[in-house]
T-cell receptor
């Protein structure tokens, strides 16, 4: 069935370190792919998205590329800040607007 | 615009009690949905609606009812609360058509504890 697998956290980094969060998906057809971010005590916000193969989504220094051949959508940021501490969710949208989420990866950035 | 609002923010129920979680949006979105968030499991879809008068089940619908009498509101009803329903509940909304995929906007969540 449809599913999203992302690396478990927590991921602890120092400020200015490089961040990668792996995400792979299993889905029929060609879904749209998303990264959502949840800051402490808040709801989810869309971080970036890609709607077709080889598209690159980017926002706030984060990037992810839709790789159809590896069914992956890994999230990267070259230099993290303390304010990037949050839980990151990979998701895809299949039929209609229904989202299937991964389990989330908690990221903690220390000064 | 207030976006997506949810009430209450926190709720404690005893097993067997019923309650309604409220969700409203002021963006004229056709699509609304309810998710529950449990540790390590991401968000799972409970019920969704593609417009007023139309609802359908998601991945984990058992124990929950919904209705959509207006475009703005999409309440979630727990008929007889169980400890397994302890979770954080999120409501989301978006535009909808059959071709494009639109960003979903999430509410701040309701933290529910069932004892």
């Amino acid at each position: 069935g449809n599913s999203v697998t992302q690396m478990e956290g927590p991921v602890t980094l120092s400020e200015e370190a490089f961040l990668t969060i792996n995400c792979t998906y299993t889905a029929t057809g060609y879904p749209s792919l998303f990264w959502y971010v949840q800051y402490p005590g808040e709801g989810l916000q869309l971080l970036l998205k890609a709607t077709k193969a080889d598209d690159k989504g980017s926002n706030k220094g984060f990037e992810a590329t839709y790789r159809k051949e590896t069914t992956s959508f890994h999230l990267e940021k070259g230099s993290v800040q303390v304010s990037d501490s949050a839980v990151y969710f990979c998701a895809f949208s299949g039929a209609g607007n229904k989202l299937t989420f991964g389990g989330g990866t908690r990221v903690l950035v220390k000064p | 615009n207030a976006g997506v609002t949810q009430t209450p923010k926190f709720q404690v129920l005893k097993t067997g009690q019923s309650m309604t979680l409220q969700c409203a949006q002021d963006m004229n979105h056709e699509y609304m949905s309810w998710y529950r968030q449990d540790p390590g499991m991401g968000l799972r879809l409970i019920h969704y609606s593609v417009g007023a008068g139309i609802t359908d089940q998601g991945e984990v619908p058992n124990g929950y009812n919904v209705s959509r009498s207006t475009t703005e509101d999409f309440p979630l009803r727990l008929l007889s609360a169980a400890p397994s329903q302890t979770s954080v509940y999120f409501c989301a909304s978006s535009y909808s058509d059959r071709v494009l995929t639109y960003e979903q906007y999430f509410g701040p969540g309701t933290r529910l504890t069932v004892t």
